[in-house]
Nanobody
Framework: QVQLVESGGGLVQAGGSLRLSCAASGLAFSTYAMEWFRQAPGTARLFVAGITWNGESTYDADSVKGRFTISRDNAKNTVYLQMNNLKPEDTAVYYC???????????????WGKGTLVTVSS
């Protein structure tokens, strides 16, 4: 059974930083691209960042470019999202997802975590 478990969310002031982690089990992690999405209340789930299976390529949404960094450790079956200079508009539930090829589309994901809440106060 595939499990993706996010952690690291919480409450932070604007300008602060958080590091999210997503631990994967039950799948050949090193063969999957990994992505982070987020969903604010009443809005659609949106792509944030993605990384290829080997970590050689990443892709970020324009809204987080220069502030967020995705990385992975295949030895630990874990993907990370370092979030710096957080803004109130970054407040959302953050989800990690896995699929065979890096994609920005929700419908392309094979597996999802249950999410972790990030709240940025002004």
């Amino acid at each position: 059974q595939v499990q993706l478990v996010e952690s690291g969310g919480g409450l932070v002031q604007a300008g602060g930083s958080l590091r999210l982690s997503c631990a994967a089990s039950g799948l050949a992690f090193s063969t999957y691209a990994m992505e982070w999405f987020r969903q604010a209340p009443g809005t659609a789930r949106l792509f944030v960042a993605g990384i290829t299976w080997n970590g050689e390529s990443t892709y970020d949404a324009d809204s987080v470019k220069g502030r967020f960094t995705i990385s992975r450790d295949n030895a630990k079956n874990t993907v990370y999202l370092q979030m710096n200079n957080l803004k109130p508009e970054d407040t959302a539930v953050y989800y990690c997802a896995a699929n065979k090829h890096l994609s920005t589309r929700v419908r392309d994901m094979d597996y999802w975590g249950k999410g972790t809440l990030v709240t940025v106060s002004s």
